[in-house]
C-alpha cells in the first residue's frame, strides 16, 4: 500500500529529515482536547438527567427546550438529533485516536497483566480502568447514541421510563453509568498529572488533593446517576401498562 510522508511520520514517529515526528504529540493533544469536552458533556449531561428527581414536570420542561420551546413550538425534537450527531462523532473519533494505545495482541496484554501484578502502580492501574470501561462505552455508547439519534421524539417522563423499564434498558444504563463516570473521573485525573496543571509548589501534596477530589466527584457521580435510574424504573414500572403513551404537562392539554 502506497504510503505519503504523513502515514510515515504516523507509524515511524519520525519525519522523512530523520527528525522526531511532531504527529504523537499532535495527536495527544487532540485525545486530551476531545476527551476534556466529552468529559464535560457527561457531568452536565447526568445533571441535566437527573431533572426526574424534581418530578415529571421538570423533565418534561427541560426536554422541551433542548427541542427549542419557546422559540419552536411545540418544540423541533431534530435538534436533539444534531446534538446526538455532534457528540457521537466527538466520541468516535476519540475512540479512535484512544486504540492506538491499546494492547495491540494478546501476548502484549498478557504482559501487561504481568507488569501490573509486579508493580502494584496506582497510574497503571487507572489506565487499566481507562481502556476496560472505554472498551464498554465503545458499544454500549453507540447503541444509546443510536437511540437518541434516530428517536429524538422519544424522550420525556413516561418515553424514557418505558425505554428503561418495558424495554428493559436499565441494565445497559448501569453498566454504562458506571463505566462512563469512572472513565471521565480517570482520564480527568491522568490528565491533571500528565500536564502538571495543579502542581504548583508541592505536586506531591497537590496531586494527593486531586486525586480525592475526583474520588469524590466519581462517588458523587454515581450517585446521582444511581438515584435518577432508579427513579425512571420505578415511573416505567408504574406506566407498563400504559406503554407507549406520553406524558404531557397540564398546561399544554
Ligand atoms: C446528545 C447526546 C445525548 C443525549 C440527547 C442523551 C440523552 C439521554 C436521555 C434522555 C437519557 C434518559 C434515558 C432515556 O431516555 O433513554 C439518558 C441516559 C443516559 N445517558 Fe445519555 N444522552 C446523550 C449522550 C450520552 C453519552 C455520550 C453518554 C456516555 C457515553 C451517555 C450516557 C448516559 C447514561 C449513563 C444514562 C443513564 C444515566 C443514569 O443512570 O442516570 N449519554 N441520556
Not at 448501569?174 to 469512572?182: G, K, P
Not at 466527584?217 to 403513551?245: A, C, E, P
Request: aromatic share 14%; glycine share 6%.
Amino acid at each position: 500500500m502506497p504510503q505519503n510522508d504523513s502515514t510515515v511520520e504516523l507509524l515511524t514517529g519520525k519525519e522523512k529529515t530523520g527528525k522526531k515526528s511532531r504527529w504523537p504529540a499532535r495527536l495527544d493533544y487532540l485525545q486530551s482536547a476531545t476527551g476534556i469536552f466529552l468529559a464535560l458533556f457527561i457531568t452536565f449531561h447526568i445533571i441535566f438527567e437527573s431533572s426526574i428527581l424534581f418530578g415529571k414536570d421538570a423533565m418534561y420542561t427541560l426536554t422541551k427546550a433542548f427541542e427549542g420551546e419557546p422559540f419552536i413550538e411545540p418544540g423541533e425534537p431534530l435538534i436533539i438529533s444534531a446534538l446526538a450527531f455532534v457528540i457521537f462523532s466527538m466520541f468516535i473519533f476519540h475512540a479512535a485516536l484512544a486504540m492506538r494505545k491499546f494492547p495491540a495482541s494478546y501476548k502484549e496484554y498478557q504482559r501487561y497483566v504481568a507488569h501490573k501484578k509486579l508493580l502494584k502502580h496506582n497510574d497503571t492501574n487507572l489506565w487499566f480502568i481507562q481502556i476496560t470501561t472505554g472498551f464498554a462505552m465503545f458499544f454500549l455508547g453507540s447503541i444509546h447514541l443510536y437511540i437518541v439519534m434516530t428517536s429524538p421524539e422519544k424522550i420525556g417522563p413516561y418515553a424514557s421510563s418505558d425505554r428503561i423499564w418495558s424495554d428493559l434498558m436499565w441494565p445497559m444504563y448501569l453498566v454504562l453509568l458506571i463505566s462512563v463516570v469512572l472513565h471521565a473521573g480517570a482520564g480527568i485525573y491522568r490528565l491533571i498529572i500528565k500536564w502538571g496543571w495543579f502542581d504548583g509548589k508541592d505536586p506531591k501534596k497537590n496531586r494527593q488533593r486531586s486525586r480525592l477530589i475526583i474520588k469524590t466527584l466519581v462517588v458523587i457521580y454515581i450517585g446521582i446517576g444511581l438515584v435518577s435510574l432508579s427513579t425512571y424504573m420505578k415511573i416505567g414500572y408504574d406506566h407498563k401498562d400504559d406503554y407507549g403513551s406520553r406524558y404531557i404537562m397540564e398546561k399544554h392539554k
